[in-house]
Structures are given as C-alpha cells and as structure tokens.
C-alpha cells in the first residue's frame, strides 16, 4: 500500500474509534463528576451527560455516516422490511392511542436515540483494526483503575458505618453501578486479546483493576450482574472453546480475587460466609410483584399495553418499571410488540452463533469479549431497568452496536480502500440520507425540549410526593423523581399529559 494511503487510511480509521470513545468517556464522566454528590442529584447529572453524550454521537457522527446508515436500512430484506413497519405501527399506535401522548413520545424519542447511537456505534466498528480495539480497551481499563482508586478513597472514609450503596460511589443506587460493570468488564480485556500476541504483563494491567470491580459486585451481593457474567463466560466457552481462553480466564481469575476479598474484607457482614452475607439471596427483592403486575398490565391492555412510563404513573408507590426489559414492554407497548421484539433478540443471538463459527481462529479471542459483554447486559437487563437508567443505557448502545458491527480484520482491507463502505466513499451521500439525520436531529430536538419539561415537573413535584404519599423515595424513571401521578397534581393540564384519543 502506498504511503500517502496509508496515512489516509489511518486517519479514516482512527476517525472511527470517537463515537465510541465518546460513550466511554461519558459513562466515566457520568460516574466520577457525581462522585460527591449524593443520592438522587447524581442521577439527575449522569442523564444529562447521556443527552450530551448522545447528541455528539448522533449530531456528529450521524452527520459523516448518515450514507451508512442510510444503506444499512435499505439493504435489509423485503421480510426483515414487513417486519420493521409492522413494529413502527404497533410502536406509533403504542405513543399516540395511550394516555399521556407527550410522555409517551418521549419515551419514544429517548429509546430512538438509543438505537441510532447503536447503529453508528456499529457502523464505526465496521472498520476498526486490532490496533483500535486494543485503545478501546485500554481506555475502558483505565476507566476501571481510576474508579478503582477512586472507590478506595471514599470506602476508607466511610469504612466504619458503610452501607450497600457504598460499594457503587458515584452513582444514587448501586445497582446502577452493577448494571455498568456487566458491560464495561469484560471490554476491558479487549486490552490484551487484541494484540497479535497476548501477553502477561497486560493481562495483570487488566486483571488489577477488575478484580476491585469483582469486589464490589459480590459485597454489595448485585446478583443480576453477576448472573450476567457467569452466563457470558459460559455462552463463551460453547461458542469459542479454547480461543476465548484469555477472556474467560481473566474474568475467571479476577472474580475468584474478587470473592477472595469478600471472604476477607467485608464491612457489611464480616469474615467468612456466614456473616458475609448480610441478605436472603434468594429472594426477590420486589420483582415478583412487578413482573405479575407487568403480565397483568400487558393482558388488561392488550394491545398496545398501558403506555410509555405507564408503571410511573399507575398510582402505586414503588419502582417505576418492571425491571425487566421484555415484561416492561409488554405492559407498557403490548404484548406483541414484546413479542417481535424477543424474536429479534433470538434472530441476533442466532447471528452471532453464525458469525463464530465460521470467523477465523485469530479473530475470535476479540470477538468473545464482545459477546460476553453483550450476553451479561441483555441478560442483566432482564432483572433491571438498566435501559432506563442513564449510564448503563450507553453501555447497551456500546455493547449491542459493537457485537453486531465487529468485522473479521481480512475484511477491513477491501472495505477502507475500495469505498465499499458507504462512509469511506468520497461520493456525497444522496438527499435521503441527509434527511434520515435531520429526522433524527428534530427527535433529539423533541427529547430534550420535553425531557427538560418532565424534569422541571418531577422537580415541583418532590414535595407533593412527600405530602400526598408520605414518603420522599425516589424511583427514577427518566429523572429521578419518577412519579407522574405526582407531577399530574402540580400541573394537571401540562401539555406532556395531553391525550389524543
């Protein structure tokens, strides 16, 4: 390759890595900036770093890959074309036939951002050679070793009287610490399965910090996280046997480490099992009664279920969704849309079956990384409302749209030099393709003028809360005053609480 193209063609690629480096940098951002601000306030400034995050990637990187993104919906089947305007009915009937037209459009408008910022995210991975996903995970380990340092700090002030939520500084609840490390973990690794040759000493610069995470996800007893991980580790081991090695035997050695320090040095219980553990583990911790309400929602509603943020606003005190993604959709959008959307999830499960058995030995260490992060963040998501909460919401968008964009390193050749990916492509992108962002950009537009409106409200709202319901709790929704029936007393006739049916 000539020289002069060369250069070209690093640039072009490293041009690629900031969508992602983007995100990366906004969840560490998100949880350090919050590190002294205390309860529901930090949930409040992580959201807004998410919208500022987003609006990067989608403004930004939508603007340079909209011929990309353009071809990528156009290139589907004529299957896969019926299914998706089936989905965009029910989705549409789903916001405009419910109660609380504006907020359901919020909704609406918030989960479309979330999955144009997936799209490019994948379309960037596309053409990431060994050397961009080696800096990606670098990044990603230094995000754990600073926060590692950081957590240290403030656990030696608190140490004496600390609590579960002490184990995830920095964020209003330590779940939602958890919900970031079942992403984030096993992309670290990406640091040394991404070169030619993997070796100790980087491996070790891995395992360090991660070990520290391990910690805090078996003291604070985050069982959905850690059920994510194991299951990762295992899809792993069927999909790639002896080539994912490195990632399972990192994440293996640093939990082991992790469960060590449990044992030892836990404030919450003590030395040894009997005292570590300070709660029933096999309990539901309240998801039993959201998922039966979630069932029951998605039937007395059926089709189009209660509507976007209907578990904000059906007058019980308590979370506000279901803390699960596929029950919180079906009582929510309807049981089919649910449906179609479970489908989905085999069909990419099943694509990514495809993919590793047929992509070659030296490709696969790199891809079991990104496949256990994608398996510990749908399968966490199942027992959360991580696509709900700011940080780890980015870290879906990252997860899913790297596991799906991932191209075996012999196709990066063909597709930088070649112009057969679009955004390589000197050629202009066609009128449509400009159109589909500035569609894009007017959504983004009507999520922050409306989510701006919800959060002036949930604010006003707090002490009505207090008042008619007798408790201050905060259930975070897409602020962290959650309660719409609260907000509705404030202002009744708020244009976000207009029906049109």
Known sequence: MPHSLALSTDRHVAGLMWPMITLVLAIAFGGGVTWQVAGASSFTVQREVQLVALLFVIALAGWRMRGAMLSSLMSVSSLKKWLCIAGILMVSFSALLVPLTGVALLELAYLLMLAAAAMLIGLSARCLPRLGWAILGGLITLLLLVYAVLALDHLQLVWAFANRHDFGPGFANVRFFADVAAGVMPLAILYTVARRRPFVVAALLCVLPLAFWWWLLWVSESRAALLGLFAGCVVALVLFGRTARWSIGMLSFSAVIGLVGWWFFNPLGGAGAEQALTRDITSSSGRLALWSDALRYSLEHFPLGRGPMGFAGDGILRSASAHSFFLNTAAEWGLPLALMLLVLLFYGCWMIACRARTMSEKDKPVYSCLVISFVAVVVNAQFSGSHITPLSSLVLVLAIGLVFGYQPEGALPLQVTSGAVPLASSRPPPLRAT??????????????????????????????????????TYYPRFWAQGRLECMQIVSPDHWLFWSWR
Not at 438 to 448: D, F, I, P, S
Request: net charge neutral; hydrophobic share 55%.
């Open 435 to 472: 159109l589909v962002w500035a569609g894009l950009m007017l959504v983004y537009a009507y999520l922050l003028y409306a989510g701006l409106e919800l959060y002036w409200l949930s604010v006003k709202s707090s002490l009505t809360c207090l008042q008619e319901l007798g408790r201050a």
